[in-house]
């Protein structure tokens, strides 16, 4: 790569409200730090009314805006905005490169703002989220100057992608609603102690916790992955096992016990859960009992 690197764009763009009128990124030199160059002044950022964000990927420089300096290294960006009188410049034993893209448009200062820059606070770390930055940012100059027909498309698609990544950092976490969780515990509890009664279902449920229906039907999909039927249906049949697996032979006193009142609808359900029917289940319990009998009558 060159020391420098800057891409024009035409501005036409109708896509969207961002108008991104360059691109690039700059290296200096050890005699260019020695020289204290200030690009901000050469450049006429004032004069084009621009707004520019710069990520420094080596070295080290400083910038100074409304009277305050900071001091910047690589991992972190910086800020220009229009009207503001700034100035930066490479370290002069570290010279510092960075990628920078420009723009305009009338929400511009909002979206730096949801990102996390102001005049005041012009300086931003960009800790674990570096990588994917500095990718855009030289993907960036990549593509616009290998594809000058759809540069100001895909600019315009990096500053969006940079914007989504600063402010989903931002952006807390969203923190389990404590409220419904509690209602879906209480919910399964319920179940657990009522599941032999045959009538119990969504609205019995959902009127023990006094809330509505299709609320607490929303709360076990979104809680346990899985719908209130297919619940109420699995802790049935695990029961059936568990009573099978304890001796029980007779399918339809299984079937009474874990609420189901038909046992051929039971044998049909349980097959289906479980892969194979309730006497087949019976038939390997008695197995495994006597198995065991037969082992311990040996020791």
Same mark, same amino acid.
């Given at each position: 790569? @060159? ?10 763009? *109708? ?16 005699? @260019? ?7 901000? @002044? $050469? ?7 621009? &707004? ?27 800020? *220009? ?63 616009? /100057? ?18 989504? !990544? *600063? ?18 515990? /209480? ?6 102690? $009522?599941?032999?009664?045959? $009538? ?9 916790? $006094? ?19 297919? &619940? ?16 029980? /032979? ?20 349980? /097959? ?25 009558? !040996?020791?």
């Amino acid at each position: 790569m @060159e020391n420098i690197t800057t891409i024009h764009f035409n501005m036409n763009s *109708l896509i969207s409200d961002i108008i991104v009128c360059g691109a690039g990124y700059q290296q200096y030199t050890s005699l @260019e730090a020695k020289m204290n160059v200030n690009p901000f @002044e $050469n450049s006429g950022y004032g004069a084009y009314r621009r &707004y520019s964000l710069h990520l420094v990927v080596s070295g080290q420089g400083e910038y100074t805006i409304k009277g305050k300096t900071y001091y910047l290294k690589k991992g972190q960006m910086f800020a *220009l905005f229009p009207n503001d009188t700034a100035v930066y410049f490479p370290n002069k034993r570290y010279p510092w490169k960075y990628y920078w893209i420009d723009f305009i448009g009338v929400k511009c200062e909002q979206i730096l703002s949801q990102m996390g820059f102001t005049p005041d606070t012009p300086i931003l770390d960009t800790n674990d989220s570096y990588k994917f930055l500095e990718r855009l940012f030289l993907s960036n100059i990549t593509t616009c /100057k290998n594809n000058p027909k759809i540069a100001d498309i895909h600019a315009i698609s990096t500053i969006l992608q940079i914007y989504c !990544e *600063l402010v989903k950092k931002k952006t807390p976490a969203l923190q389990p609603d404590k409220k419904a969780d509690g209602y879906a515990k /209480k919910a399964m509890a319920y179940i657990q102690k $009522n599941y032999p009664n045959p $009538n119990l279902n969504l609205k019995l449920v959902s009127a023990h916790l $006094n809330i509505n229906e299709a609320y607490l039907s929303r709360l076990f999909r979104a809680d346990l992955n899985i719908n209130f039927v297919d &619940y109420l249906t699995k802790v049935r049949i695990l029961s059936a096992v568990n009573l099978i697996d304890e001796g029980n /032979k007779v399918v339809s006193e299984i079937a009474t016990a874990v609420g189901f009142s038909d046992p051929y609808y039971f044998s049909k359900v349980f /097959k289906k859960y479980n892969g194979i029917s309730p006497r087949e289940q019976i038939h390997i319990a008695q197995q495994k009992n006597a198995e065991k009998q037969s082992e311990n009558k !040996e020791e």
